[in-house]
């Protein structure tokens, strides 16, 4: 939505002010805690003013849902774009990308996952929320043989669902967290790589039952 504002520059600057505030609202309280006057105070706007920019709630956090999944995807296409399709090391970017985009912006990770399905779709949101890239990268590597084949869009979910857990605990405790058995200090980045290992090997003994499947990569 264009501000309907007599000074263009100066409205652009306070529309991106009034999104900034929306997030960290949204983040903070959730979207039931969010109201455009709330938004407005923050900003140091009227209550009315606000809706010069935004005519409602819903299309305001829709824009910010949407800013937050177009960073989202900038991350995600940033790490693959120089690693080779098929490999394991693909997975693996994206997987460090989706990580290190929430921990440096954790108000847009805990809007664009809580709010976005008031808003629309993945199908509806840039770059499709970053699923299609994750399929394509799966069925890549199914067909480049260096995963196994199963349902790629089971094993989306599969590898989405452990880098998010991640994430949300990351996020929720401390990021150097450490390991019981060693008190050996480990940095979220640090967590995801070791965790690769269960993955790709799964928890099956080397020397266990022929013909037993663990992880995604088969025997």
């Known amino acids: 939505m264009t501000p309907r504002v007599s000074d263009p520059v100066r409205g652009l600057e306070t529309e991106a002010a009034i999104l900034e505030a929306t997030r960290d609202l949204l983040a903070e309280r959730g979207l039931e805690g969010l109201s455009m006057r709330g938004v407005a105070a923050r900003v140091g706007l009227s209550a009315t003013a606000i809706y010069n920019y935004f005519e409602n709630k819903q299309a305001l956090v829709r824009q910010v849902v949407?800013?937050?999944?177009?960073?989202?995807?900038?991350?995600?296409?940033?790490?693959v774009e120089e690693v080779p399709k098929g490999s394991r090391e693909r997975l693996r970017?994206?997987?460090?990308?989706?990580?290190?985009?929430?921990?440096?912006?954790?108000?847009?990770?805990?809007?664009?996952?809580?709010?976005?399905?008031?808003?629309?779709?993945?199908?509806?949101?840039?770059?499709?929320?970053?699923?299609?890239?994750?399929?394509?990268?799966?069925?890549?590597?199914?067909?480049?043989?260096?995963?196994?084949?199963?349902?790629?869009?089971?094993?989306?979910?599969?590898?989405?669902?452990?880098?998010?857990?991640?994430?949300?605990?990351?996020?929720?405790?401390?990021?150097?967290?450490?390991?019981?058995?060693?008190?050996?200090?480990?940095?979220?980045?640090?967590l995801f790589a070791r965790f690769s290992e269960f993955i790709y090997g799964g928890l099956r003994p080397e020397s266990g039952p022929v013909g037993e499947t663990a992880g995604i990569s088969g025997t």
């Open 93 to 190: 970017a994206l997987g460090q990308a989706y990580l290190r985009f929430a921990l440096e912006n954790p108000e847009y990770f805990r809007v664009i996952f809580s709010a976005h399905g008031k808003v629309g779709d993945f199908d509806e949101l840039p770059e499709g929320g970053g699923y299609p890239l994750f399929r394509q990268t799966v069925v890549d590597a199914m067909e480049a043989g260096t995963i196994r084949e199963a349902n790629p869009d089971l094993v989306v979910l599969y590898l989405w669902t452990h880098v998010h857990g991640l994430v949300t605990l990351l996020l929720s405790f401390d990021p150097d967290a450490r390991c019981e058995h060693t008190g050996e200090p480990l940095s979220g980045p640090e």
């Open 66 to 79: 949407y800013r937050g999944f177009e960073r989202f995807a900038g991350y995600l296409k940033a790490a």
